[in-house]
């Protein structure tokens, strides 16, 4: 069956150990579930016979004694009606003994009890008929022969009944006890044999894991050692197929990996080494399958490459060694050439400082002249400042005369309608006579004085209008003034502007001689510098050619493709 379980698949192999974990723990709740049932049927029947036996036989009991206590109370009783209730509750109690003794008699099987049950069905009869004539002498008030047969009669009665009652109550005891402690033995077997059979059942699931555990470790961990042993660059790895499942096909796809990334590499490797010894002609003779693809096609391109460069490196050694004579020639006439630009340069450098003098001469006038400029604007704006103060004080002494006009012709009405007065005056003292004699001359002076402030008032102010007409004249020249001064300011401005702009471009213009003389002497010192190099690459080109016969003989030596 090992066997059987080994060569399954690794999915089938899982289903099989959880199928069989499941069956011995179903196996194991099921056992602990049939001993719970048998527990609790005997528990059961335990308690229909000993238990409801003897709460029938409890009920039995007390009101068997309850009649005897009925019966003494009519003994004791004299009125018809309470007799007659004594009497009906006496056979209430009789009935409820009589079911309970029925009930009891159902519920007793073993031979003991039936013996106590012969005793009571016996005697029951016996004991109710001696009652009854008990209760009979009570009810006709005869007290004192129901008393004494009671007593001589219906006491032994009672007594056999309660003896048997009591064996039959201390039988059940005995019987539950004896049931309890039968229950409380099988409690503890039923306990003893759940943790067998689940010890049993995690012995077996714990052996059969361990056994399926190997399964997947052994394969596992041969193929974890053969990685360790690739990852460490060793690829004479053997792995042995221990089972026919997954795992076992996925040992065969590693170990035919491992096979075939160890041809890839022994290929690669001599190749590189026919590369090395400086034979470019070789190819590989293995086809290289999926990603490993890319290996085969880097190494045909770096051999192609090195092939391509190896002949691009042979024609430019041959296209240097010409290019060196060339060279030579030409650092030869360039040495020439340069000693002539050096006299030119010189030359050139003696004009730049000439013009360059000139340039910083105009640019300090120019710098005068924006001063001055500076000097005249400053002026101009005072000037300007003045006249506007001037057309200010014109127009606070025109608004001044414009405040006169107006007092003046206040001065006007009052001078009228003084005039009015001294002519009113004038006619009350017509109409009085010669009482108003004086009065009128008064009045004809103040008329007169009145005409006279009036003229006087009327040409000052013609004066005043006069003055208002020359004020109004003389701001109209002032304001074009003030214009003609500002455009005279801003000409200035723009003077003075254009003359700092002079300066600062003949200052520009300065250094940019001056640059421009360092420039030159810089020229020179290169023009210098080449005729040196010149000569230095002469040397430097026949150096160059030999160096090239060289590397086509190093060239020479490799095997390279047409």
């Not at 045909?300 to 190896?310: F, M, P, Y």
């Not at 050139?348 to 604007?377: M, P, R």
């Amino acid at each position: 069956m090992l066997n059987k379980i080994k060569n399954m698949k690794v999915e089938k192999k899982l289903r099989y150990c959880f199928a069989l974990v499941v069956a011995i723990a179903s196996i194991s709740g099921i056992l602990g579930l049939i001993f719970l049932l048998l527990h609790d049927i005997q528990y059961s029947n335990a308690l229909v016979s000993n238990g409801f036996s003897q709460g029938e036989i409890g009920i039995f009991s007390t009101y068997l004694n309850k009649e005897p206590a009925i019966i003494r109370e009519m003994i004791l009783l004299e009125d018809e009606a309470d007799l007659q209730e004594s009497a009906d509750e006496l056979a209430q109690t009789q009935e409820i003994t009589n079911a309970a003794v029925v009930t009891m008699v159902q519920h007793c099987n073993t031979a003991e009890e039936k013996e106590y049950v012969k005793i009571i069905e016996e005697t029951l009869p016996e004991y109710r008929s001696i009652f009854a004539e008990v209760q009979e002498l009570a009810m006709q008030n005869k007290n004192d022969e129901a008393r004494d047969m009671l007593i001589s009669q219906g006491k032994p009665a009672l007594k056999q009944l309660t003896n048997a009652v009591e064996g039959l109550i201390d039988l059940n005891v005995k019987m539950g006890n004896e049931v309890s402690s039968s229950l409380g033995i099988q409690t503890y077997i039923i306990l003893a044999v759940i943790v067998l059979v689940a010890l049993l059942a995690v012995l077996v699931a714990t052996k059969f894991s361990k056994f399926v555990a190997k399964l997947f470790s052994e394969p596992i961990t041969h193929v974890k050692e053969a990685s360790a042993k690739l990852a460490q660059g060793n690829l004479d790895i053997e792995i042995e197929k221990m089972y026919p499942d997954e795992i076992g096909e996925m040992t065969d796809s590693f170990r035919e990996a491992t096979d075939s990334l160890k041809l890839y590499i022994n290929e690669l490797s001599r190749c590189l080494n026919e590369a090395a010894t400086g034979n470019f002609t070789i190819t590989s003779d293995i086809e290289f399958k999926g990603d490993f693809k890319a290996l085969s096609d880097a190494l045909e391109t770096i051999i192609s490459s090195l092939n391509g460069t190896l002949k691009n490196i042979n024609e430019a050694a041959e296209q240097v060694a010409l290019g060196a004579g060339q060279m030579a020639e030409s650092a030869q006439a360039l040495a020439e050439g340069a000693t002539d630009q050096a006299g030119s340069v010189e030359e050139l450098t003696a004009t730049i400082q000439n013009i360059t003098e000139a340039v910083v001469h105009s640019s300090e006038k120019a710098k005068h002249s924006y001063k001055d400029a500076e000097g005249f604007e400053k002026a101009a704006e005072k000037s300007n400042e003045d006249i506007k103060l001037l057309n200010t004080a014109m127009g606070r002494i025109n608004d001044t005369s414009k405040q006169i006009a107006n007092i003046i012709a206040e001065i006007e009405d009052i001078a009228s309608q003084t005039n009015l007065l001294s002519l009113n005056a004038s006619i009350e003292a017509a109409r009085a006579g010669e009482a108003g004699k004086g009065f009128a001359v008064v009045a004809d002076q103040i008329g007169k004085l009145a005409s006279d402030s009036a003229n006087s008032a009327i040409n000052t102010k013609k004066l005043i209008e006069n003055s208002i007409v020359e004020i109004e004249h003389g701001n109209e020249i002032t304001a074009k003034t003030t214009a003609a001064i500002e455009a005279v300011i801003e000409g200035i401005k723009m003077l003075a502007s254009s003359t700092k702009e002079i300066s600062e471009l003949s200052d520009e213009q300065a250094d940019a001689m001056k640059q421009l003389e360092m420039g030159v002497e810089q020229i020179s010192e290169v023009i210098q510098n080449n005729s040196a190099a010149a000569q230095e690459t002469s040397a430097t080109s026949e150096e160059l050619s030999a160096q090239s016969d060289n590397l086509e003989g190093l060239v020479g030596q490799f095997k390279l493709k047409a």
